[in-house]
């Protein structure tokens, strides 16, 4: 069995790595490049209890000592545990540096798959078109070393990931090995600009009249994104829409009202409540390109975040119906702030409601027309969405 990460497109390898921490996604309102004020009000006496009791533990403990970084992660984990909240985390330096990418929508690499195999081995997959494939990697190497490093059987996928990545027209040197050769080769690859795309569409070909959107995420490309996919759908002869939001973990706030841009005219599309009491509401800016197209909306248990904002927007102004399963239930609003080390802490700092102030945290929405999926492999929330399109009902 392989796991199998892929460089260019790392917008699900992104989430995949947040979901395992926030168990749906986030969806924030990013602080960028913000630290944290150094100034303290602890009671200096309790942190002195911490390092009395450290300090034995040093002394007296038989076995390996984590270094200082890891004890400086564990005592943060352990004081955000405190608060009881699951979305209050700290983020190391090397998933937090694969979330900006994702949220990005872009980044410096070769265009390549990297799979783990169950033995410990890395092996490339080239994507056609891309730098990796002009420099001649093939389908099935073994990578060896990144720059002359060796890749070690214990490095994890995010890893071999980071290490192949860095700026734009900079090259990287891979050591590798062709499938059936003995010898090792190196192989010389400029790095590129390689796309992240959160959106992707096409006209059904069981309902030409028919436009499916598939949303992953929200990233700072969404709103664009989807204008571009409404657009061609449209040329296409698609008259009606589809919204596919299932498996949506979330991302940011921002993008996702960019997204319902294009479905409203001007509408207030979701409340944000924050400590004190303070209620804010964020509201679409223009006339949607998609205002009067008929719409309907895909949702199932992965849908979260963010995708609850714009699906509980469109389900609570009459916009579209939701087809599918209930929704996630996450309604908080992380801000993130970026520290010293690379590392981020996301802090729960509001909640959102719907329109009508529905309160998504813990509850989720419930879809206007229930669709379990079953064994057979058909997508039977999607061709329930079609029905609704063609018949009204």
Partial sequence: ???????????????????????????????????????????????GLFWEAWELVRKDFYGDLPDAQQVTYSALRGALGALNDPYSVLVEPQPREMERDSLRGSFGGIGAYVSKTDDGQFVLLPIEGQPAQAAGVQEGDVLLAVDGTPVS????VEDVVLAIRGPVGEPVTLTIRHPGAEEAADVIITRAVIELPSARWEVLEQAPDIGYIQLNR????????????????????????????????????????????????????????????KETGLTTSRGGIAEDIPLAVLVNSGTASASEIVAGALQDLGRAQLVG?????????????????????????????TPNRRQLDGQGLTPDIPVSLDDSGDDLQLERAIELMQTGQ
């Fill in 1 to 47: 069995m392989r796991n199998k990460v892929p460089i260019p497109i790392l917008a699900f390898a992104g989430f995949l790595v947040f979901a395992a921490v926030f168990a749906a996604g986030f969806a924030a309102a990013l602080l960028i490049d913000q630290r944290m004020d150094a100034t303290s009000t602890a009671d200096n006496a309790s942190f």
């Fill in 153 to 156: 059987s214990g490095s994890s």
């Fill in 218 to 277: 929200f990233s700072e490309k969404s709103g664009l994104e989807v204008e571009t996919a409404i657009k061609e759908l449209t040329e296409a002869g698609a008259g009606m829409l589809i919204l596919d939001l299932r498996f949506n973990g979330g991302g940011l706030l921002n993008s996702a009202v960019d997204v319902l841009d294009h479905f409203f005219g001007r509408q207030t599309v979701v409340y944000q409540l924050s400590s004190g009491g």
């Fill in 325 to 353: 399963e209930t929704t996630f239930g996450k309604g908080s609003v992380q801000n993130v702030y970026d520290l010293s080390d690379g590392s981020s802490l996301h802090l729960t700092s509001s909640r959102w409601y």
